[in-house]
């Protein structure tokens, strides 16, 4: 299940998905260190699917996080992201994406 929350800043909009069992998480390797408790509030949102996620997407954003291999999956699917721009985090996928 994936969690989708928008955090609205004047003009910006970002867009926040994470996949539900990672909330409360610390993903940690050799570059990254992510605490998916820390920063809970941004992450956890509504719980969404995909026809919901593709009609947020169609609106104007300035930024995307996601985190988890569905969040990711879906961007993919949508081909907002490809493989070569993902990043690894303890084996969980994480990609940020700005629209400029």
Do not use: W
Not at 44 to 49: I, Q
Not at 75 to 99: A, D, Q, W
């Amino acid at each position: 299940m994936i969690l989708m929350k928008i955090h609205i800043n004047g003009e910006k909009r970002v867009i926040a998905l994470c996949d539900k069992h990672l909330l409360g998480k610390t993903l940690t390797d050799e570059k990254y260190h992510i605490d998916l408790k820390k920063h809970e509030e941004f992450y956890d949102g509504e719980p969404t699917n995909l026809a919901q996620i593709k009609e947020i997407l169609n609106q104007d954003f300035s930024s995307i996080n996601a985190i988890g291999s569905e969040s990711v999956d879906c961007l993919m699917g949508e081909g907002l992201v490809s493989r070569e721009n993902i990043k690894m985090v303890s084996n969980t996928p994480l990609v940020h994406i700005y629209k400029i």
